[in-house]
């Protein structure tokens, strides 16, 4: 009897820690479809012409970091202003990129095996709202997007 107990405990334990390890193997496969869904979404509802505001969290001048206003007509980009001034971005326009550019960033994280990869999207449209690459505090920078506008 105290067999058969002990042989059920092992074996209900070895379960436990089989969904456990399954469940926490299938996190990286869980990012890369959320990043696959989100791409879908966008690639499927994203509007020719929008415009958001981004701010980068970094260790820089604030020149880098923003809050900018990224505005898209027809797939290219119109214009980058920073949001307190309103003046163009010029020297560090490249910083501030389209939605497509935002999912390249992702996309070249994952091919370089980057270590820490987090990354939320619009539940709509599917474009990324919140991206930390790397490490933030040896100088890798925190992207939010917020004030997406369909025009």
């Known amino acids: ?11 209900a334990a070895f ?8 469940a926490c193997s299938s996190s990286t496969s869980a990012s890369e479809n959320g990043l696959s869904a989100a791409r879908t979404r966008w690639s499927q509802l994203a509007p020719a012409s929008y415009r958001y505001t981004i701010f980068r ?9 923003g809050p900018v206003i990224v505005s ?33 960033m ?6 370089s095996g980057s270590s820490r990869i987090e990354a939320d999207y619009d539940a709509t449209f599917g474009f990324p709202t919140f991206i930390a690459i790397g ?6 920078p925190v992207y939010t997007v917020t004030d997406f506008h369909a025009q």
């Open 72 to 104: 898209v007509r027809n797939g290219g980009v119109e214009s980058r202003t920073y949001a307190q001034s309103g003046s163009a971005v010029t020297q560090y326009a490249d910083l501030f990129p389209t939605v497509d550019g935002l999912f390249a």
């Open 135 to 140: 490490n933030p505090s040896v100088d890798a």
């Open 1 to 11: 009897m105290r067999q058969r107990a002990l042989a059920n405990s092992l074996t």
């Open 106 to 111: 992702i996309d070249t994280a994952v091919r």
């Open 15 to 22: 379960v436990v820690f089989t969904l456990l390890v399954t």
């Open 57 to 65: 969290s970094c260790e820089c001048v604030a020149a880098m970091s």
